[in-house]
Structure formats: C-alpha cells, structure tokens
Nanobody
Framework: QVRLAESGGGLVQPGGSLRLSCIVS????????MGWYRQAPGKQRELVAR???????SYADSVKGRFTISRDDAKNTMYLQMNSLKPEDTAVYYC????????WGQGTQVTVSS
C-alpha cells in the first residue's frame, strides 16, 4: 500500500516562504501525475499544484506565480516551494496522486500569520 509523508510546514509571517517535501513509498511514483492539495478549516480539500511525469505543471489561480511544484523521481520525492505566502494559504497541505489514491498522509500544517 502506498505511503505518503509530508513535511516542511510551519508558522511563517505574511510574505514569507516555505518549502514542503513529500516522500512517496510507491516505487512507480514516476508514472503518475502528482499533486499538492490543501484543506483549510471548514473547507473542502483542493488541488493547488500538479505535475505530470513529463514535468508539465499547473496551478490553481490562487497560488499561480507564488508556488512552484517539482519532483525528483530518483528519490520518489515531490516538493512545493511557496513564496509570498498569504494568511489565506493557511491550511494542512497534503501530497497525493492526481487523481488521488484513497490513502492520504498525515499532512503538514502551514500557518501564515503575523
């Protein structure tokens, strides 16, 4: 069964940066489009960034120009560089395939606050 482990979250001031990492246990990680999702309190989980096996990327309008998704297939690892963070970026961030597996990791909390 696939295992997903997110890390790198924390408390940051508005305008700050964080880099999230996700290690995927699945050995065929490189065959899938992968995504970073987030869920804010009281809201549904949403896909904010996506990357294909060919490294094509796409972003939700709310993060476009501020977030950058990347992957290292040799390490089964995916990253999300988040710059110019805003309070509305506060959420638990998860990584998963797109479309998602039924299994989710524990997520990593990102809090943007002064």
């Amino acid at each position: 069964q696939v295992r997903l482990a997110e890390s790198g979250g924390g408390l940051v001031q508005p305008g700050g940066s964080l880099r999230l990492s996700c290690i995927v246990s699945e050995s065929i990680f490189r065959k899938y489009a992968m995504g970073w999702y987030r869920q804010a309190p009281g809201k549904q989980r949403e896909l904010v960034a996506r990357i294909t096996p060919g490294d094509s990327t796409s972003y939700a309008d709310s993060v476009k120009g501020r977030f950058t998704i990347s992957r290292d297939d040799a390490k089964n690892t995916m990253y999300l560089q988040m710059n110019s963070l805003k309070p509305e970026d506060t959420a638990v961030y998860y990584c998963n395939r797109d479309p998602s597996w039924t299994v989710w990791g524990q997520g990593t909390q990102v809090t943007v606050s002064s």
